[in-house]
C-alpha cells in the first residue's frame, strides 16, 4: 500500500511539474512582452500566450488530474503522503473545484470578455469616458456574481472572492481592522494639517539620468541582499516582480529622469518581493507551493522594505551620501533630515500609486467598501463614479476632475480581479505588525539599518516568512512569526510615532 | 470532396500551429538563456526546455500528424490544397519520416548522447584533449551512420546528411565547386604571399569602449534595413540570430573592446541573417515553411551583407567618418585606403571563426573532407587529429599547437551536426553569385552603397530570395534570381580582382 502510494504520489508531482514547466515558458514570454519585446511580434505572441494557457488549464482541469486528486486525498493514501506533496494536491484541488464549477462555456466567455474588457478600459481611462467602460464592467460584476453562485461562499458572499487573494480572510476580519485603520489615519491626517510644519520637497525635481539611478538601484539592491545570480533587473513601464523559476526571479524598474523617488522606492518594492521568492525552500520547486503563500503576504515583503527600511531614517543615515555620489551635486547643499522629510512628506492626493505612507491605505478601503457594496448587491455599477468621488472627498478631501483620475485609475476591475486590493492595506498591516515583532529578536533593529546590515533583517525574514512558500497559510505565518493575530494597532502606532516628529505635534 | 479538403486542410494548419507555438516558447527560452537568464535558473530551464522539446517531437510524429499527411498527400487531396499548405505537408512529412525511421530508443539515447557529448567536448577543448572527446565522436559517427542505414541515401552516403542542411545538395556537386574554390584560392594566397605590399594593422586594436561599439551597430542596422519594431539587438558570447516569430527577430552581438571589427562585421553577418527572416512572406506565419530555405541560402545574406557590403571600399566611403566619431579619434591620421586594407587583411590561420575572406572556405573544405571521408569509412575517429593537422599544413601553411586550436575548435561535431560546415562555404559561394546577378539590375551597385542606400539592396533580396521563405528549394531560388547553377567561378574572380588592388600583383 505505501509502495503504491509512494509511486502515485511520484506520478502526481510529475504531472503537476509538467503544468509548472508550461507557466515557467508563460512567464517568460509575458515578462519579454513587458521588457522589451518587439511590437510587431506582440500580436503572435499573444496568441501563443492564449494557447499554451488553455493547455494549463486542460492539465489543471483534466481527467488525469481529477483522478490523481480522488486517490491521493482518499483516506488511507493521505495519511501516507508526503506533507509536501499533501499540500500541493490540496492546493491543486482547490484550483481544480474553483475552475470546475463554473461550465466550460461560462469560462471562456469570461476569459475573451477580460481581454476585452481590458483593452476597452485602456482607451476609456485615456478619456476620460466611464460610460465606455461601464458596460464591461457590468458583465464582469455580474459573470463574478454567477461564478459565486457555483463557488459558493460563507458568510459573505465576498469572502470568496477575498479568499483568492488571501486564504482564509473574511469581511468580518476585514472591515475591524480597515475600521481601525481608517479611524487612525484620519485622526492623524487632521493633526498632519492642523500643524505649522510644512515639508520643503523643492529640491526633488532635479535632473537624474537614467543609467545613474539604475546604478544607484543596483547598489540598493546589493545591500538588500537581492541574489543577481539568481534574478536580474531590467526597465519596464509598470514595475512588477516575476518568478520564472526558483533560480529566476525577475524585477523591473521605472525611472523619472525628473524624479528619482519613483525609481529608488520601487525598486525597493519590487526587490522586497523578490526576496520573498529567491528565498524559499528550494524543496517546494517544481510544486505548486514555490510561491509566495498570499498577496497580503507578499505585499508585506515589498512594503517593508520600501517603507520599513526605505523611508526610514536610518537608512538614509547611511546611503544619503552614497546616493549623492550618483547625482551631479545638486543634493549637496541638503541636510539628511530635509531630505529624509521630503521623501516623507503626506500629501493627500487622487492616485492609489502615487500616495504617501499614510494616505496610501485610504485608497485601498475606497475600493474595499465599494467591492464590498457591488457583490452584495448593495452598490449599482452605474453609480460608481459618483460613489467614488463622495469618498475620495469624505476619506481624503480630494475631488477628481474626472473619472481618468477617479474610478477608472486602476487596471485591476478590468481583468475582474475583485478581491485583490484589500492584499495592499493587508501586506502594509501585516509589514508593522512584523516590524514590530523583528524588534524582540533584532531590538537594534534601527541600528542594523543605519549599518546597511539589511542582511540580517533578511534572515529573520527567511526564517519567519520566506521559506515556507505556500506551505503555511498567511494567518498561520503570522501568528507564529508575530505571536498574535491580525492586529492593525502596529501600523498606527508606528504612523503616529514616525509623523509626529516630522510634523511635530 | 473540395469543402472536406479545405476542412482537412484548416485543421492541419491549425496542427502546425499549435507545433509552431510551443517552437516560440522554445525559442524564446533559447535566447533569454543567452542574453542573460541568471545562472542559477539555468538547471531548472533545462528541463522545462527538453520537457516542452518532448512535447514537440510527440506532435511532430503523433498519429494525429500521419494521418493529416496521409490523407492531405493522397492524390485527390493533394490537388486541391493550395500551395502554402501542400508544401507545409510536405516539408512536415519529411520531418515525420526523417524522425519515424529511427526507433524511438535509440532516437532518446541519441538525445542523451548529444547533451553529454556537447558537455565533455567544452571540457576537452579547454583542456585540448581529444581522447577524452573521442569515444563520444565516435558513437556520434557510428550512430549517425545507423540513421543514415535507416533513413536511406542516393548515391553517396553523405548526400543525406547534406540534404538536412541544404536540400538538393550533393557530394558531386560539391566535390565539383569546392575544388574549383580550393584551387583558386590556393593559387591566390601564392599570390599574397609573394606579393611586397604588406597591410599595416598597427592602429586597429585601440580601446574601443562596447557602449559606443554598440551604438555605432546600431547605425549600421539602421542602414541596412533592418526593422527595431520587429527585431532587438543583445549581446552574447557566441552571436547568433534567431526568429522568435514573424514579427520578432533577435539578433545578437559581442564586443571586443580591443578590436572593433569583431562587432562590427559581427553585427552585419547576424544582421544579413535577420533581414532574410524580416522580410518572409507574412502569409507563411504559423506555417513550417517561414524560415529560411537552407542554411546555404541563409548564410549567403549574412555573407553578403558582411563581406560584399561591409569590407567593401565603398561601404567606408561612407561610413568611416561615423565610425571616428564614436571612437576617441584614435583614427584621425588613419587614412580611408589604409583602413580599408586593414580590415581585409589576409593572414592564414588556425581559427575558422577568425579567419579572414580568402582562407575562409579552405577551413571548410577540409573538414567537409573529412566528413565525407567519415561517413565512406576511409577516414578513423582516432585519426582525425594527424589528418587534421595535415590538411592545414597542406592548404593554410599552418599546424596547431595543439587540439583546442586544431580538430577540437568547434561545437559542430558534439552536437552530431555532421553535414552543416559546408553551407558556411556554399553560402560564400551564393552570395558571389548573388553579386554577380545583382549587377545586371543594380549596375551601379557601388554607387549605392556608396550612398548608404542599402534598402536598394534589401529590395532586391527580398524580391529574389528572402520573401519565399521556405517555399522554394535553395537551387530553386539560385537558379530564379541567377539565371544559372551554383557557379563559384564568381567567388574566385571577387576575390581575385580584389586582392590583387590590395596586394598589387
Known amino acids: 500500500m505505501a509502495t503504491m502510494t509512494k509511486q502515485l504520489e511520484t506520478d502526481f508531482l510529475k504531472y503537476v511539474k509538467k503544468i509548472k514547466a508550461y507557466e515557467e515558458a508563460l512567464k517568460l514570454m509575458y515578462w519579454d512582452l513587458r521588457t522589451g519585446a518587439p511590437k510587431k511580434g506582440v500580436e503572435g505572441r499573444s496568441e501563443v500566450i492564449g494557447l499554451l494557457s488553455s493547455e494549463v488549464y486542460k492539465m489543471e482541469t483534466s481527467e488525469e488530474m481529477e483522478s490523481f486528486l480522488n486517490q491521493l486525498l482518499d483516506g488511507k493514501n493521505k495519511d501516507q503522503m508526503s506533507e509536501i506533496a499533501l499540500k500541493t494536491a490540496l492546493d491543486c484541488k482547490k484550483s481544480f473545484e474553483r475552475m470546475k464549477k463554473i461550465p466550460i462555456d461560462e469560462y ?57 487573494y488571501e486564504p482564509g480572510m473574511t469581511v468580518e476580519k476585514l472591515d475591524t481592522v480597515f475600521r481601525e485603520v481608517r479611524d487612525g489615519i484620519v485622526g492623524l491626517l487632521q493633526k498632519i494639517e492642523k500643524s505649522n510644519s510644512k515639508v520643503d520637497t523643492s529640491f526633488i525635481n532635479f535632473y537624474f539620468p537614467k543609467a545613474k539611478q539604475e546604478a544607484f538601484s543596483i547598489e540598493i539592491l546589493k545591500q538588500m541582499g537581492f541574489d543577481f545570480n539568481a534574478g536580474r533587473l531590467d526597465e519596464t513601464v509598470h514595475p512588477f516582480q516575476i518568478t520564472i523559476n526558483q533560480g529566476d526571479t525577475r524585477i523591473t524598474n521605472k525611472y523619472d529622469e525628473r524624479d528619482f523617488r519613483v525609481a529608488i522606492f520601487g525598486v525597493m518594492h519590487e526587490g522586497g518581493h523578490a526576496l520573498y521568492e529567491q528565498n524559499i525552500c528550494k524543496d517546494l520547486a517544481g510544486t505548486t507551493l514555490a510561491r509566495g503563500t498570499s498577496m497580503g503576504i507578499h505585499e508585506s515583503q515589498s512594503l517593508f522594505n520600501e517603507i520599513f527600511i526605505g523611508r526610514n531614517k536610518q537608512f538614509w543615515k547611511r546611503n544619503y551620501d552614497l546616493l549623492k555620489k550618483y547625482t551631479s551635486g545638486q543634493l549637496n547643499n541638503v541636510s539628511l533630515n530635509d531630505f529624509y522629510f521630503a521623501i516623507n512628506e503626506v500629501r493627500p492626493s487622487l492616485i492609489r500609486i502615487e500616495a504617501d505612507e499614510v494616505t496610501y491605505p485610504l485608497h485601498i478601503i475606497i475600493r474595499y467598501e465599494i467591492e464590498k457594496g457591488l457583490f452584495n448587491n448593495e452598490i449599482e455599477v452605474q453609480d460608481l463614479p459618483m460613489i467614488w468621488n463622495e ?81 503555511k497559510k498567511p494567518l498561520e505565518i503570522l501568528q507564529e512569526a508575530t505571536g498574535e493575530d491580525l492586529n492593525a494597532r502596529y501600523l498606527i502606532d508606528y504612523l503616529n510615532e514616525k509623523y509626529s516628529k516630522i510634523y511635530h505635534f
Open 391 to 471: 469618498k475620495y472627498k469624505e476619506y481624503l478631501g480630494v475631488k477628481p476632475d474626472h473619472d481618468g483620475v477617479g474610478v477608472l485609475q486602476d487596471v485591476h476591475w478590468s481583468s475582474g480581479s475583485f478581491g485583490y486590493f484589500p492584499s495592499y492595506a493587508l501586506g502594509y498591516i501585516y509589514a508593522a505588525q512584523f516590524k514590530h515583532a523583528i524588534l524582540k529578536d533584532l531590538p537594534n533593529f534601527d541600528e542594523i539599518v543605519a549599518n546597511g546590515d539589511l542582511i540580517q533583517i533578511k534572515r529573520w525574514f527567511i526564517e519567519k516568512v520566506h521559506q515556507y512558500g505556500k506551505m
Open 108 to 164: 471562456q466567455a469570461y476569459v475573451t470578455l477580460q481581454a476585452k474588457a481590458e483593452s476597452v478600459w485602456e482607451e476609456a481611462k485615456e478619456k476620460a469616458d466611464f460610460d465606455m467602460f461601464r458596460p464591461y464592467l457590468e458583465e464582469l460584476v455580474e459573470t463574478t456574481k454567477r461564478f459565486i453562485g457555483y463557488w459558493g461562499y460563507n458568510g459573505n458572499k465576498y469572502n470568496t472572492l477575498l479568499d483568492m
